[in-house]
């Protein structure tokens, strides 16, 4: 009895702050002038009818996946590109957004609802998405994480198709698995190419993803702003990363380096977002993008073939 006394006396505001810090305290705060990438994994739920196609390189499903991604550009934050390959969409944030504190939770949580959301409307089918918040300390280590997921979709193609090929010449789950494990990616190539599949057979999209970014044109003398798909990325690996260098240093306005070869998995290639200049350090800036100051409303209106 007492101690409902005691919670009938304490007001709203007292009650808030009480318990308010169990909600806050272990909820920390993004790392200040870091380069936010978010990856979200989608898991299927219930039962999936066949008009998706197989999962998740049918061609139903991969535009499904697009539309969400492009879809996830206009939500909640301000996202300067986005990369799709199989099941998983990364999405760059703009460095804007960070300039004041953040919280993980919400950036995740608002990013995961959202493509819960579109995928539903895109595809009809319910996925569960668990998304992965990185922050990145160098626009070397953007690049980096750009190029990797390009291995992995690669990596991750050659596997579903040896999979499916192995299936229908009539091996068993079982011996399928046994033959897929270990092997490395010129094993299963050659493997394909042996079963009549060879790595051009797979679609083009399915092998090295896709790339979504704002580009910007002139309508009727005022700018516009919309949503590019490159759906045909270059399978070479060095004027792929000459084009995402161009179109981050476009997005997000960093000068960025040029290497004169792929970055390697382990190097230690980090260049700091801070640089300095004449032994004076310089904080620095990110360039004003025009699309920083529009509304995600106004940028949404404005998707408008022209």
């Given amino acids: 009895?007492?101690?409902?006394?005691?919670?009938?006396?304490?007001?709203?505001?007292e009650l808030q702050r009480s318990l308010e810090r169990f909600e806050s305290y272990n909820n920390g705060f993004i790392l200040p002038d870091t380069l936010l990438v978010l990856r979200l994994d989608a898991h299927r739920i219930g039962e999936w009818d066949s008009s998706v196609g197989e999962y998740p390189c049918g061609e139903a499903i991969t535009a499904a996946f697009h539309?969400?991604?492009?879809?996830?550009?206009?939500?909640?934050?301000?996202?300067?590109?986005?990369?799709?390959h199989g099941d998983e969409i990364?999405?760059?944030?703009?460095?804007?957004?960070?300039?004041?504190?953040?919280r993980r939770s919400k950036l995740i949580s608002h990013i995961s609802s959202a493509a819960a959301i579109h995928f539903l409307q895109a595809s009809g089918h319910a996925a569960l998405f668990d998304t992965h918040l990185s922050e990145l300390p160098s626009v070397a280590r953007l690049v980096e994480y750009f190029f990797?997921?390009?291995?992995?979709?690669?990596?991750?193609?050659?596997?579903?198709?040896?999979?499916?090929?192995?299936?229908?010449?009539g091996l068993s789950n079982e011996e399928t698995e046994r033959q897929l494990h270990g092997a490395s990616e010129a094993q299963k190539a050659v493997r394909l190419a042996e079963l009549g599949s060879p790595i051009d057979s797979i679609p083009h999209t399915t092998r090295r993803g896709a790339l979504l970014y704002w580009e910007s044109l002139l309508k009727n003398d005022r700018e516009h702003f919309r949503i590019k798909t490159?759906?045909?990325?270059?399978?070479?690996?060095?004027?792929?990363?000459?084009?995402?260098r161009h179109l981050l240093q476009?997005?997000?306005?960093i000068e960025l380096p040029q290497p004169v070869t792929a970055p390697r998995a382990v190097a230690n290639t980090d260049i700091p977002i801070t640089t300095a200049a004449k032994g004076?350090?310089?904080?620095?800036t990110y360039r004003n993008n025009r699309k920083t100051n529009v509304s995600v409303?106004?940028?949404?209106?404005?998707?408008?073939?022209g």
């Fill in 297 to 305: 409303i106004k940028m949404t209106a404005n998707l408008q073939k």
């Fill in 230 to 244: 490159e759906l045909t990325l270059s399978d070479d690996d060095a004027l792929f990363l000459s084009k995402l």
């Fill in 250 to 253: 476009e997005a997000i306005g």
């Fill in 1 to 13: 009895m007492m101690e409902n006394d005691t919670l009938l006396k304490k007001g709203i505001g």
């Fill in 90 to 102: 990364s999405l760059v944030i703009d460095p804007a957004e960070n300039n004041n504190p953040l």
């Fill in 67 to 84: 539309k969400t991604a492009e879809a996830l550009m206009t939500s909640s934050f301000r996202v300067v590109m986005a990369y799709v």
């Fill in 148 to 169: 990797w997921q390009r291995r992995y979709c690669y990596r991750n193609a050659l596997t579903i198709a040896l999979r499916k090929k192995l299936i229908t010449s």
């Fill in 280 to 284: 004076v350090h310089q904080q620095r």
